[in-house]
């Protein structure tokens, strides 16, 4: 299986509108995979079936936590380091993820692919865009 960034974004509302836009494509659930902050994860799973990865905030970290960053990488730094994705792309959605953004990451398999060509509806995507540039429009 590969792992893909399929996109960074700003609100719960934004995330959970590509989740569902990546189901109607094909994908199952549990190939979906949204990162955000430990803080955001009740939210974003009130609004979607995906799977959440939270990360922790320096701030929500124990004592323990702490201690084992300063011997690794720290996860408040590098928080997509786990998903082994290209280092370029991978520092661009750590930001997003540090700004209290919402990133989604997919597991692509022949059989994900198989299901999107089957499930292509090009008007239903049509609405599927409309809606999210209306969500996005309506909280700018």
Same mark, same amino acid.
């Given at each position: 299986?590969?792992?893909?960034?399929?996109? @960074?974004?700003? *609100?719960?509302?934004?995330? @959970?509108?590509?989740?569902?836009? =990546?189901?109607?494509?094909?994908?199952?659930?549990? /190939? +979906? $995979?949204?990162? $955000?902050?430990?803080?955001?994860?009740? %939210?974003?799973? *009130?609004?979607? +079936? @995906?799977?959440?990865?939270?990360?922790?905030?320096?701030?929500?970290? *124990?004592?323990?936590?702490?201690?084992?960053? %300063?011997?690794?990488?720290?996860?408040? %730094?590098?928080? =997509? #380091?786990? &998903?082994?994705? /290209?280092? @370029?792309? !991978?520092?661009?959605?750590? $930001?997003?993820?540090?700004?209290?953004?919402?990133? +989604?990451? %997919?597991?692509? *398999?022949? $059989?994900?692919? !198989?299901?999107?060509?089957? !499930?292509?509806?090009?008007?239903?995507?049509? #609405?599927? =865009?409309? &809606?999210?540039?209306?969500?996005?429009?309506?909280?700018?």
């Amino acid at each position: 299986m590969v792992k893909n960034f399929k996109g @960074a974004y700003q *609100s719960v509302e934004e995330a @959970a509108a590509q989740v569902e836009h =990546l189901i109607t494509e094909g994908y199952q659930p549990e /190939d +979906i $995979t949204v990162v $955000t902050h430990k803080e955001n994860k009740g %939210t974003i799973e *009130s609004l979607t +079936i @995906a799977e959440v990865d939270p990360i922790l905030n320096k701030q929500n970290k *124990s004592v323990w936590d702490r201690v084992r960053d %300063t011997f690794n990488e720290a996860e408040d %730094t590098n928080p =997509l #380091k786990k &998903y082994k994705l /290209d280092p @370029a792309i !991978t520092q661009r959605y750590n $930001t997003a993820i540090r700004n209290g953004g919402y990133v +989604i990451i %997919t597991e692509e *398999s022949e $059989t994900n692919k !198989t299901n999107q060509n089957l !499930t292509r509806n090009p008007v239903k995507e049509k #609405k599927i =865009l409309l &809606y999210q540039q209306l969500v996005k429009f309506q909280y700018q």
